[in-house]
């Protein structure tokens, strides 16, 4: 079990940028793939972007591909997520978690893939 942090999430005009941190703590960070996940006001938590345990392969939501960059750093324990031309939609809380399992990339986006959560850090984006 890994017990993670978020932080970065704030106001920020559309069009803006945000670096979210997520720090874990607890386990061997480098054997845990890490995801980020949203939840919009009045809608379900969606999958944004995941990242294997050495770093070397990224997966993203159609969403976000092109404006979003996963990356960690195994060395500091985090995981960061650079949101770039950021738009209203991209209003929500946003949660890192990690998972221990070795499991297909096409799988990354399930939630139920992850055992450790985050408790969320909140980006509002303006028009």
Same mark, same amino acid.
């Given at each position: ?9 704030? *106001?920020?005009?559309?069009?803006? #940028?945000?670096? *979210? #941190? ?18 919009? $006001? ?11 345990? #050495?770093? @070397? @392969? ?29 738009? $209203? @939609? ?13 499991? $297909?990339? #096409? ?5 139920? *893939? ?14």
């Amino acid at each position: 079990q890994v017990q993670l942090v978020e932080s970065g999430g704030r *106001l920020v005009q559309a069009g803006g #940028s945000l670096r *979210l #941190s997520c720090v874990a703590s607890g386990g061997t960070f480098s054997n845990y793939a890490m995801g980020w996940f949203r939840r919009a $006001p009045r809608k379900e938590r969606g999958f944004v972007a995941a990242i294997n345990w #050495s770093g @070397d @392969d990224t997966y993203y939501a159609n969403s976000v591909k092109g404006r979003f960059t996963i990356s960690r750093d195994n060395a500091k324990n985090t995981v960061y997520l650079q949101m770039d031309n950021l738009k $209203p @939609d991209d209003t929500a809380d946003y949660y890192c978690a990690a998972t221990s399992w070795r499991a $297909p990339r #096409s799988t990354w986006y399930q939630d139920e *893939l992850y055992a450790d959560w985050g408790q969320g850090t909140q980006v509002t984006v303006s028009s």
